[in-house]
């Protein structure tokens, strides 16, 4: 670990001339308060929602490796929380703490979400998801009380359905006073054909919801209900245990990626399925997987549609070959045998597979966000999609690279220190960290300014102007948004 002698966190953030606004911190829940909060909150099917996940990360540790192996269940976290550090452990225990500190790490501003309760809105069954996701909400509320001019913490979202989102959100914003939600993106569903044919097998086999196209549901209404309630709303999910990701021997090949591949498939789903088309107004934030996807996201999406736009596609209909020309060519450079199988148009007919479509509705894989030239895609997801970067990743410049990314755009990364995981062992070296982007060379102290406070103000403060009213940043974000009102 780098020692920076009189460059700490608190030092750095005073030669600034910004704030630093940290988009995705974490607290550690306390299990055995939890536990006594959430029965007076959610009831017995808040706590045994609670025992179900609290003890689902044990159960796996406790097997042997053969047995991960019989059962081809993934290795899970073991020690990932601080432990030599005590401050550090403390601090992500104890909010007050927290606030107290923030300061010393030279953050100004912070957004925490959960740990634990990162998995609670992907509980299957109806009554203990929404029993636990209430809870943690309620019990949350008022763990963070008085701390919302440096601190706010992030509301659960559970998205199995859009009926249950659009009251938790409701009772959240309304009842709690939560300004940050953590909604659902990837919810695991049984295979309809499954259920109907092979039962047990249904129940060992799933698909996932990545909510933006081909769901089950209909959830405008709960990205209406955001706008509404003017919530930017952010995914904080992984795709650890999942298909490639599921090593029951080691940890580090499962989290390797895992947030990054659950936000790709999340954000090009929302993308496909035309809601930043619908919803232009409303932003996205995919959390801790970085932004080097996004990149790549972004660059699939503009080289794909060439190739694969209505037009384009003329250039391999079947019905535009012509055969005769072929089977002069085939005559001339191939065997009798393939002549003749051109001849009687084997391959190459209606009856082929060549000519089959699939029954799609429209042959535009990109219809439904109606892009007709190369700038409507980046003006429907470069300005929609911010990203949580962590201060240890040197692809953050990535974002900031104009000649790199399609059509000269620089993507929105959030700074997200991660305090409170294993991937910070000393909290007051977050700042520091994210600024060797900077004293490498990668990136300008504009674009640190933009990856450390604009950029997070633009995400929450173009929803919803009043979300910094109150903290201490508020005139720093006020003179941001005005700026950008400016420019744009």
């Not at 460059?7 to 030669?15: C, M, N």
């Not at 895992?258 to 409303?282: E, I, Q, Y």
């Amino acid at each position: 670990m780098r020692t920076h002698g009189p460059t700490d966190a608190r030092k750095l953030r005073s030669r600034l001339s910004h704030p630093i606004i940290d988009a995705d911190g974490h607290w550690l829940e306390y299990t055995p308060v939890m536990r006594q909060e959430f029965r007076k909150i959610g009831g017995d099917a808040a706590v045994e929602a609670l025992e179900l996940r609290t003890q689902a990360v044990p159960n796996v540790l406790a097997m042997s490796l053969a047995e991960r192996r019989r059962r081809r269940v993934a290795m899970e976290t073991f020690w990932g929380s601080p432990c030599e550090n005590t401050l550090d452990r403390a601090t992500a225990m104890l909010p007050r703490l927290m606030y107290e500190r923030l300061e010393d790490l030279g953050i100004d501003f912070c957004v925490v979400y959960p740990t634990a309760g990162l998995s609670y809105h992907r509980i299957q069954d109806t009554r203990l998801r929404r029993a636990i996701c209430r809870a943690y909400n309620v019990f949350t509320a008022d763990q963070f009380r008085g701390l919302s001019d440096r601190i706010v913490p992030a509301a659960i979202i559970p998205m199995y359905t859009p009926e249950e989102a659009l009251e938790e959100l409701e009772f959240a914003s309304k009842q709690l006073g939560y300004k940050v939600m953590m909604v659902g993106g990837l919810m695991r569903r049984p295979v309809p054909a499954l259920v109907e044919e092979n039962p047990a097998a249904a129940k060992a086999v799933e698909w996932y919801d990545v909510i933006g196209i081909d769901s089950e549901h209909d959830y405008d209404p709960v990205w209406q209900k955001c706008r509404e309630l003017r919530i930017a709303p952010s995914f904080h999910n992984g795709g650890r245990s999942i298909l490639l990701r599921s090593s029951p021997s080691n940890f580090c090949y499962n989290h390797i990626g895992h947030f990054a591949s659950a936000g790709h498939a999340v954000c090009k789903a929302l993308f496909f399925g035309g809601v930043t088309r619908r919803f232009p107004d409303l932003n996205f934030a995919f959390l801790e997987g970085g932004v080097g996807w996004a990149s790549m996201l972004y660059a699939d999406l503009v080289g794909h549609w060439e190739k694969r736009n209505r037009q384009a596609l003329e250039h391999t209909n079947p019905h535009n070959l012509d055969r005769a020309r072929l089977l002069d060519f085939a005559r001339t450079y191939a065997s009798d045998a393939v002549a003749e199988a051109v001849s009687r148009g084997e391959g190459l007919d209606g009856d082929s597979n060549s000519a089959l479509t699939g029954g799609l509705e429209d042959l535009d894989d990109y219809f439904r966000c109606k892009i007709e030239r190369r700038e409507d895609i980046r003006d429907l997801f470069v300005p929609r999609f911010y990203f949580g970067c962590e201060a240890d990743d040197p692809i953050n410049a990535w974002a900031f690279n104009r000649r790199a990314n399609p059509l000269g755009a620089r993507l929105n990364a959030l700074f997200s220190s991660d305090i409170g995981h294993f991937d910070v062992p000393d909290m007051a070296e977050v700042v520091p960290e994210a600024y060797e982007l900077v004293e490498h060379g990668l990136i300008t102290d504009d674009d640190f300014r933009d990856f450390m406070f604009t950029n997070a103000v633009r995400f929450w403060g173009e929803v919803n102007p009043d979300f910094f009213r109150g903290t201490v940043v508020e005139t720093a974000a006020a003179e941001a948004l005005a700026q950008g009102a400016v420019r744009s």
